[in-house]
DNA sequence: CTATATTTTTAGACTAGGCTAAAAATAATA
DNA sequence: TATTATTTTTAGCCTAGTCTAAAAATATAG
């Protein structure tokens, strides 16, 4: 249906129509992508073709709803063979990214809802990241940044930004996973480091890692 | 490390080079790939630049000891992935094999080693073909064709020549399957049909399909 | 409201992997 | 052996997707 390339420009304009609001430029795509602008305009010349999305020249562009339904059926995939990845074959969260951005452009619808089933159809991936449904719906849940928590404040992790292998692994060393209860036992106002309690242990954390972790306050 | 099309290539050559012994055709890899053989004439050309296989201008190709390690550890995917989806996603046989064509060229070592553990290392794929080793290696098994087989004597089913869909389809009706046992009531010797008894009933087959049937006698 | 800086697009080139049509080499036949 | 048929290669063209360099549009600043 659509060739591999397509597909990553797709998602990556729908991951960033979310992170800012509007319409995405050239420029953000591209450095989003590790590309150059003069290929992004080609690809969205293409894509605006098809009818995927909307621009006008100089103007940034927007996904289609056709766009965005197939934006969020190759992240569905994404996360669902991340799952498996995680699940079954028992690969660790900071393993799982590279491969599935492979493994979210096979082709075929009964695969996935095979594999969704298979899953036990997940609502979220391995870094706490929403599945979406068949038909491209994102439930949004309401979670919090653990740099917006309070001192003495509880929340428990139920996802990271960033989900580099850098940062995981930063996590891990320190024992952080999804479902880990954080309590804030202090803040610092001029740099946002923190203290926090993470089961037995209390140490530092600098406001670059809070704000990488979600939470939902408990 | 190598493209989808590099990899395609090596594996349709290292299937012709068993199925016929010796040095390998441009046009026998064109109507195995369903391409043009100037196609052919360039990508064996790469292929010979890359030390994957020797090529002499009007003479066929011949698979390095390098050019069939990577053909047969993309083959080996393939076949570990259709165990997969016929084991765990409960694909039916003749499903598996357009989409495992896709999954054969995921690109990653650890996923391969997990992917072979998690289905307890099988030996064969869905349609009896053996599963190279990591090593490329194929262990042959002594198996004949039904064709083969005198009258009178039985044979289980250990594997099929030809697997598409609609073959396989064809099995599916008249209850063979692998591990079947098949008796030979009778066998036509002016065009080689037989008559054969799959559990209770006893039916006609042709030359065709006794031909792309595999049997060991038992 | 100009002048400069930034962003975006265009123009032209490249590689991978295809194709067709024609030429060259090899094989088959008279 | 000479001629014809088949196979294989070459030459030239195409599309997808990328790049660099230059031009054009937009944004920012004095
Ligand atoms: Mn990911
Ligand atoms: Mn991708
Ligand atoms: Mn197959
Ligand atoms: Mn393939």
New binding site residues.
């Given amino acids: 249906m659509f060739?591999?390339?397509?597909e990553?420009?797709l998602k990556a304009i729908f991951h960033l129509e979310h992170e800012f609001q509007g319409e995405v430029?050239?420029?953000?795509i591209a450095e989003s992508m590790?590309?150059?602008?003069?290929?992004?305009?080609?690809?969205?010349?293409?894509l605006a073709e098809k009818k995927l999305l909307t621009?006008k020249?100089?103007?940034?562009v927007q996904l289609t709803a056709e766009g965005k339904k197939v934006a969020a059926n190759v992240i569905r995939k994404h996360r669902l063979w991340e799952v498996f990845l995680v699940e079954k074959l028992k690969f660790h969260w900071d393993q799982v990214h590279e491969i599935a951005e492979q493994l979210e452009h096979i082709q075929s619808e009964e695969l996935i809802t095979r594999l969704d089933k298979f899953l036990g159809s997940p609502d979220f991936d391995p870094h706490g990241d929403p599945i979406p449904d068949k038909h491209g719906v994102l439930k949004r849940t309401e979670k919090k940044l653990l740099s917006e928590i309070d001192k003495n404040q509880k929340g428990v992790c139920v996802g990271v930004k960033e989900s580099s292998p850098e940062f995981l692994q930063y996590l891990d060393k320190k024992k952080i996973s999804i479902g880990t209860k954080i309590r804030v036992l202090g803040k610092e106002f001029f740099d946002g480091s923190m203290i926090i309690q993470v089961f037995d242990d209390q140490f530092f954390i600098s406001k670059t890692v809070a704000e990488n972790i979600y939470v939902q306050t408990i």
């Fill in positions: 060739t591999l390339a397509e990553n420009y430029s050239t420029n953000a590790e590309t150059k602008p003069s290929s992004v305009t080609d690809m969205i010349q293409k621009y020249r100089y103007k940034g």
